[in-house]
């Protein structure tokens, strides 16, 4: 009876570590490679920025892509549009609030294949300054050194998220994703 409690015991504990690995994120997004970019109007002229410092984990696998998931941030603080005096204000209570909203964060909730030429449609939620709405675009992955690129893009209203209240800036903005994940 004792020798199959350990057995039984040792089994659960094998099946734990296992559940546990399997669990654990196949990829991490790397910053080399990685960038999110964003283009608005601002009294009718573009006024584009980038954003970096991403995070999160993302499981992929094109043999089983109704298991995949990606659930991603980016720093909010790192918001660049190549004129500090903007990018400050852009860190601001009234546009990112960075200080009480320090992470953008995409968490998918169904990943589906689009076609058959390596694209994909993502479906989630996109939460900025503590904000949630559902987004859905199509996005590529390309096999890459141990890991993949991942590219997409998609347009939010910036209303929706409570940015800014300036009516002299567009209330929709194209926002381009490109996330170079490796190993874990």
Do not use: C, W
């Not at 283009?39 to 992929?60: Q, R, T």
């Not at 209303?159 to 209330?171: E, L, N, Q, R, Y």
């Amino acid at each position: 009876m004792k020798k199959y409690r350990m057995k039984r015991n040792l089994l659960l504990l094998l099946l734990m570590i296992g559940l546990a690995t399997e669990s654990k994120a196949q990829y991490k997004p790397v910053e080399q490679g990685s960038g999110l970019k964003f283009i608005i109007k601002n009294l009718g002229f573009d006024v584009d920025g980038a954003f970096s410092g991403f995070d999160g984990n993302i499981n992929f696998d094109p043999q089983n892509i109704a298991n995949s998931s990606f659930d991603v941030s980016i720093n909010a603080s790192s918001v660049n549009t190549d004129n500090s005096l903007r990018d400050e204000h852009l860190r601001g209570e009234n546009y990112f609030d960075v200080k009480n909203y320090p992470k953008i964060r995409l968490v998918s909730g169904k990943v589906a294949v689009l076609n058959k030429s390596g694209m994909y449609q993502l479906t989630g939620v996109l939460t900025i300054k503590g904000k949630a709405k559902q987004v859905s675009f199509p996005f590529s992955a390309t096999p890459a050194a141990d890991g993949y690129i991942f590219k997409g893009g998609f347009k939010i209203n910036r209303k929706d998220f409570a940015i800014g209240g300036v009516s002299t800036i567009a209330d929709e903005l194209e926002v381009d994703i490109s996330v170079t994940a490796k190993r874990g």
